[in-house]
């Protein structure tokens, strides 16, 4: 039973730049989260993809942008990069209903130059 | 403004001690409350989690303890082991708002053999 994937494992992007990330979820899961890591921080969430659509956003500018597609799988853009925008990208699955467990994959490193 | 606030930063104890991690919350909303490991260089892995209805859940060598009216839980492992040296994170999420999950700031916890 595959877990989440994710794709790449690492990135390196330069200021304004754009960049897209990509997400499989869990077998059986129809709900992406995505979530950046700054180092030593804990995941802020992003945004969350049910049924083709964005469902929820957290406190990040409309330069993130999101994509689900019919297969549940997920695409994370972000346009005109900067600086701060450098952490560890995290996809998480779950079934819809909420209030349960979401599964993590191992996430993109991106770093910005 | 932090919505899960953790304690400690982190933690050093001798193998087969008892490290406690602890979190505490504001928004009555929420409704679960996973714990997650991460190893550097992977995701998150979820761990232990429970509902506001009972105050202690056990799985293996950890438990989590539940204190509704204060607003606060805790992670506890039994018999730690070199192993367990990770980060942990605590997170809370309401199910009436999406399952947005909210972390903490995450606990950087050695085992010493």
């Known amino acids: 039973d595959a877990g989440v994937t994710q794709s790449p494992t690492h990135l390196i992007k330069t200021r304004g730049q754009q960049v897209t990330l990509r997400c499989s979820p869990k077998s059986g899961h129809d709900t992406v989260s995505w979530y950046q890591q700054a180092l030593g921080q804990g995941p802020q969430f992003i945004f969350q993809?049910?049924?083709?659509?964005?469902?929820q956003r957290g406190n990040f500018p409309d330069r993130f942008s999101g994509h689900q597609f019919p297969n549940y799988s997920s695409e994370l853009n972000v346009n005109a990069l900067l600086l701060g925008d450098s952490a560890l990208y995290l996809c998480a699955s779950s079934i819809t209903g909420g209030g349960g467990p979401q599964h993590f994959g191992d996430g993109t490193r991106l770093s910005i130059l | 403004q932090q919505q899960v606030k953790q304690s400690p930063q982190s933690l050093i104890v001798q193998k087969g001690g008892i490290p406690i991690i602890n979190c505490a919350y504001e928004n009555t909303a929420f409704d679960y409350f996973p714990w997650y490991q991460q190893f550097p260089g992977k995701g998150p892995a979820l761990l232990i989690a429970?509902?506001?209805?009972?105050s202690e859940k056990k799985e293996g060598r950890f438990t989590i303890s539940f204190n509704k009216s204060a607003k606060q839980f805790s992670l506890h492992i039994m018999d730690s082991q070199p192993g367990d040296s990770a980060t942990y994170f605590c997170a809370a999420s309401a199910s009436n708002t999406g399952n947005q999950f909210y972390f903490g700031t995450g606990t950087s916890l050695t085992v010493i053999p």
């Open positions: 429970i509902r506001p209805d009972v």
């Open positions: 993809y049910y049924e083709e659509e964005e469902r």
